[in-house]
């Protein structure tokens, strides 16, 4: 055996050394982290699911993993018993922890809703916060927040709008969650309004019904909120 051949050995095994101490410290620092923290076993999505599936067929698409208590989404479950006999009110994406909310009866779950005439299509993507925590479905009413950094100014400029369609999207980076693709059911103006705000600053969504009191919203600036 030549002595290249025995130093390329030498430096293989030195970089497999190497690659074993940093993940033994990676895992290391991950478990020194949580020391102390009390951990809580749920189910956490890991593969897209459509709305209307059934909680008897999730097993192969969640996992269970153990979150400090504070990240635990309220509600959420750590059996799939727990939810036995529903189905999914809305696409599952990866990276969901799995809550009682996201399950309904089969029969209390809304189609597709369809585009009103005289309305466009506007799709816009958004992540759990931003989205109601994810607990929408198509039919859902919702009204649109939107905030612009540079002037600091909040307000409610869309009130009942129709939710068509939710769907699995990619990452939302800044947030560094789960995101989806709504689809909405607008009118001209309503969708310019979108779509400067989340081009130019950030759009928050609220969950409504028909008693929903949109009264006294108007804007909200700095000095109004500032002590």
């Known amino acids: 055996m030549n002595k290249q051949l025995l130093a390329l050995i030498g430096a293989l095994v030195l970089a497999g050394l190497g690659f074993a101490a940093v993940y033994a410290y990676a895992q290391g620092a991950e478990n020194r982290a949580f020391e102390g923290t009390e951990l809580v076993p749920v189910l956490r999505v890991t593969a897209e699911v459509p709305t209307k599936t059934a909680a008897a067929t999730l097993a192969e698409s969640v996992e269970t993993v153990e979150l400090p208590r504070a990240a635990v989404v309220e509600g959420a479950i750590t059996d799939l018993a ?24 089969a029969e209390d779950v809304k189609a597709d809703a369809a585009l009103p005439e005289g309305m466009q299509e506007l799709v816009v993507p958004l992540s759990g916060a931003r989205l109601v925590g994810g607990d929408l479905v198509a039919g859902d009413q919702v009204g649109v927040f ?82």
């Open 146 to 227: 939107t905030s612009y950094g540079d002037g600091q100014v909040t307000s409610n400029p869309i009130n009942e709008l129709l939710v068509l369609e939710i769907s699995a999207g990619n990452e939302v980076a800044e947030e560094g969650s789960a995101g989806a693709l709504v689809t909405f059911a607008v009118r001209t103006r309503d969708a310019q309004q979108i779509v400067h705000a989340m081009e130019f600053g950030t759009v928050w969504l609220t969950k409504q019904n028909d008693a929903t009191d949109t009264s006294g919203g108007g804007t909200v600036r700095l000095e109004d909120v500032a002590p």
């Open 82 to 105: 727990e939810v036995e006999g529903l189905v999914t009110v809305g696409v599952l994406v990866p990276g969901d922890q799995l809550t009682v909310a996201k399950f309904a009866p």
